[in-house]
């Protein structure tokens, strides 16, 4: 079935603000590449502020059921590594160069609160994943583990951008596994 209109804006404008950013996307490039009329965005959206939104909240969404489905599959005390793997595999398939909720709070820090305001919620929300994922593996006696294994991630949303895909991962996940171990060890 074709996606609807609003559906192809909404993809349109993802690839193209994350490729190009978004104050260097212009609407009359996004519409050019959806092959629709000016008319259609603005029946689906007020304001190129309104799609900016739509696009940060729909990547969040299918971004947040990608680590909710791993954590799900995890077997029971790994769904910290599971989340981990899942975010690995996000970047693997969706941001190799980098985070768009990055991008966004860079360019919205001055010129939009409320796009700013979004983008910071999605990695308030990540942080709160992680801090979740951590008290059900039985981690959460170890102050800031949640926190530190949110800047390895972070770290890692930068570094694929500069480092082959593949080099970046593994070395997440040898800093998550020794953040985690360090963890259980601490317990005993």
């Known amino acids: ?40 965005l603005y029946n689906h959206f007020a304001s ?5 939104a739509a696009v940060l909240t729909a990547r969040h969404r299918r971004f947040i059921a990608s680590l909710e489905a791993a954590m799900a599959a995890a077997v029971p005390g790994q769904e910290t590594l599971a989340l981990i793997e899942a975010h690995g595999d996000w970047l693997r398939s969706h941001s190799q160069h980098g985070c768009i909720m990055a991008k966004a709070m860079g360019e919205f820090a001055e010129h939009s609160a409320e796009l700013h305001a979004l983008a910071a919620a999605a990695k308030a929300d990540l942080l709160a994943r992680l801090e979740a994922a951590v008290a059900r593996d039985g981690l959460n006696h170890s102050p800031g583990l949640a926190r530190r294994l949110f800047m390895v991630l972070e770290g890692s949303n930068t570094a694929v951008a500069l480092l082959d895909t593949a080099t970046a991962l593994a070395d997440t996940r040898e800093l998550a596994d020794t953040l985690i171990t360090t963890a259980r060890s601490d317990a005993r």
């Open 48 to 52: 190129k502020e309104a799609l900016v």
């Open 1 to 40: 079935m074709p996606a609807s209109k609003r559906d192809q804006l909404l993809a349109t404008a993802e690839r193209l603000f994350y490729e190009q950013g978004f104050h260097a996307t212009g609407i009359d490039r996004i519409v050019a590449a959806a092959g629709v009329v000016r008319m259609t």
